[in-house]
């Protein structure tokens, strides 16, 4: 791995030693499938106890940078210095349920140069510990999964192209909306995966696997390291009506620019 800068192997210990946890934890949870309330409080458990590592790795290697964290929220850094947005663990549901699809996401988003708010996403690690593959990118040096470079797919139909998307679910997402695009993108493309977890969802974008990806409803720590990988990859990410912010979480679709600009079209049609 000598490719990787001092900030990105920063990055994935912190995410190794945290998915080293995460793989225990995995383990017992298929233990935990017979009893009732087991197995979610045990998950919620794990998923703190992945976060706390994450943190003080990340801190004990950069004190003063700030953080977006899922469990903890915001902890604001030294004034000026950059700050981690972190998802210890996407794919929570599958995790509760034994289904070995869950990742670790990390960013690192720079301050603004002007000084109000935050700018782009200048680094990002996707962890996917029961795979022991870790995903990077960092801006202006491509997208890479350990060190084979990553490129979106060139698939320019969308006859031929498999998109993925994130399903509404219980007290979370649009389901009208998410019918409505469904209806429309489902009968022009070669298929629709729901997989359950949007970091790697984005990752298989930046890697050619999915040609396309949407959602919406999502959080920054959800897409803020997809973004920057499909990005580094030489792909696109919007919202659904085309407009292009560091991060995308509320909306997202990402694709390669052919794909991307004719999806955009479909999603905009189908929310008239």
Same mark, same amino acid.
């Given at each position: ?146 060190? #084979?470079?990553? =490129?979106?797919? !060139?698939?320019?139909? &969308?006859?031929? +192209?498999?998109? @993925?998307? %994130? ?22 493309? #070669?298929?629709? =995966?729901?997989? !359950?977890?949007?970091? &790697?969802?984005? +990752?298989?974008? @930046?890697? %050619? ?64």
């Amino acid at each position: 791995m000598s490719m990787f800068s001092g900030l990105i192997r920063v990055m994935e210990r912190a995410a190794r030693k945290a998915g080293n946890r995460l793989r225990r934890d995995f383990g017992e949870v298929e233990h935990l499938q017979v009893s009732r309330k087991g197995p979610a409080d045990f998950v919620s458990k794990a998923d703190m106890r992945a976060e706390r590592i994450l943190y003080d790795e990340l801190l004990g290697a950069r004190p003063g940078w700030g953080f977006v964290l899922e469990e903890a929220g915001v902890i604001e850094g030294d004034e000026g210095m950059p700050r981690w947005i972190v998802d210890p663990l996407d794919g929570t549901t599958n995790f509760l349920h034994g289904i070995p699809h869950f990742a670790i996401s990390i960013a690192v988003q720079e301050p603004r140069l002007d000084g109000k708010g935050w700018g782009d996403v200048t680094a990002a690690v996707i962890y996917h510990p029961i795979n022991d593959e870790t995903y990077w990118a960092e801006k202006s040096r491509g997208a890479w999964l350990q060190d #084979a470079r990553l =490129r979106v797919s !060139g698939r320019r139909q &969308l006859s031929e +192209a498999l998109i @993925a998307t %994130g399903i509404p679910f219980q007290g979370h997402g649009d389901f009208a909306e998410w019918s409505r695009i469904f209806g429309a993108v489902g009968p022009e493309v #070669a298929g629709i =995966r729901r997989f !359950g977890a949007a970091s &790697l969802d984005m +990752a298989y974008v @930046a890697q %050619g696997r999915f040609d396309g990806f949407w959602e919406s409803g999502l959080n920054d720590w959800d897409t803020a390291a997809g973004c920057l990988l499909v990005r580094e990859a030489g792909g696109f990410v919007s919202d659904f009506r085309g407009r292009s912010n560091p991060i995308h979480s509320a909306q997202v679709l990402a694709a390669n620019d052919a794909l991307h600009s004719r999806l955009h079209k479909i999603l905009a049609g189908s929310l008239r």
